[in-house]
């Protein structure tokens, strides 16, 4: 049997983050989508080779990485580009994160924290899809507090999809409109489902 696995998503600056925290610290298996990004975009990772094959070399450092400054200027910018650097980069996110599922044991739970987890196409693979959400103007809010500005803000949230596609594709929604315990509170239900679920042969 394989490990359960968990698709958590949410918006920009919805808490998703925090609620990836949480459920490490009860123990699951939690993978970065942005970290395994980052991984590929170093001097000579398959991402950065993506990246310079789409755009050029302009778009990577001296040493071959990606200038993530450069790119995301690029792309949040041009729906276009930025489409064919997810269709790109997606695949590579997934490969990398099945290696480090398929090496997990069956009791172990593996959570995948991806921003563009719908998007990408990843909701079939889990066997439950988690969404964190808040309102765009609190979410909007919460960047601006973190150092975006507001047109920085704006455009990372439209290059989300809308919450009503994520929420289509969750089978489980947790609302961040209120107090972190507010948040904590819906996600020890969620825990105690997780655990419900694999005593009971999921």
């Known amino acids: 049997m394989t490990p359960f696995r968990v698709g958590l998503t949410g918006g920009i600056a919805a808490g998703k983050s925090t609620v990836a925290a949480w459920l490490r610290e009860s123990g699951f298996t939690v993978i970065d989508a942005d970290r395994l990004v980052a991984d590929l975009y170093r001097p000579g990772g398959d991402g950065a080779a993506a990246v310079r094959e789409l755009f050029g070399a302009s778009m990577l450092t001296e040493a071959g990485g990606v200038d993530h400054q450069r790119l995301a200027t690029r792309v949040f910018r041009d729906p ?5 650097l997810e269709a790109a980069i997606h695949p590579l996110v997934r490969r990398d994160f099945e290696v480090v599922a398929e090496r997990a044991n069956e009791k172990e739970i593996v959570v995948l924290e991806a921003p563009l987890l719908v998007e990408a196409g ?17 979410r909007i809010r919460r960047a601006v507090d973190r150092g975006l500005s507001p047109d920085e803000a704006r455009q990372r949230l439209m290059a989300q999809t809308d919450e009503k596609t994520r929420i289509a594709a969750a089978h489980r929604i947790l609302r961040n409109e209120g107090s972190l315990d507010e948040l904590h509170s819906q996600l020890e239900g969620l825990v105690e489902e997780i655990q419900r679920r694999i005593e009971n042969g999921r």
């Open 80 to 84: 276009e580009a930025r489409g064919r």
């Open 122 to 138: 990843f909701a079939p693979d889990f066997d439950l899809v988690v969404t964190v959400e808040a309102t765009p103007e609190t």
